[in-house]
Nanobody
Framework: QEQLVESGGGLVQAGGSLTLSCAAS????????MGWFRQAPGKEREFVAA???????SYGGSVKGRFTIPRDDAKNMVYLEIRRAKPEDTGVYYC?????????????????WGQGTQVTVSS
């Protein structure tokens, strides 16, 4: 079992920036693909970004070019850097970890989840 703890959420103005952090406590993050998902009010949880163990990254279409997902395996951390924030980025952001070899953005493929951190973008 892995425990993931997110931090860094809050209120940001449209066009602003925010960085979310996720810490893994049980095993080194080098053992995992690391990802971020989000859930807007009244909507299903959606894929945001992933930092695969291969070193490659993937992004959901609505955030590509604005978000980045650096990982620091030496610190067992993954981050989500949000830039040029939009009101539609508002939601609860969840960190996820996948110990398997796949590269799926499907929610069911990810084994471990954090509790989430709220991000609100004001217009």
């Amino acid at each position: 079992q892995e425990q993931l703890v997110e931090s860094g959420g809050g209120l940001v103005q449209a066009g602003g920036s925010l960085t979310l952090s996720c810490a893994a406590s049980e095993r080194p993050t080098s053992n995992y693909n690391m990802g971020w998902f989000r859930q807007a009010p009244g909507k299903e949880r959606e894929f945001v970004a992933a930092a695969w163990r291969s070193g490659l990254t993937s992004y959901g279409g609505s955030v590509k070019g604005r978000f980045t997902i650096p990982r620091d395996d030496a610190k067992n951390m993954v981050y989500l850097e949000i830039r040029r924030a939009k009101p539609e980025d508002t939601g609860v952001y969840y960190c996820a970890a996948d110990p398997n070899d796949g590269t799926s953005s499907r929610e069911g493929a990810w084994a471990y989840w954090g509790q989430g951190t709220q991000v609100t973008v004001s217009s």
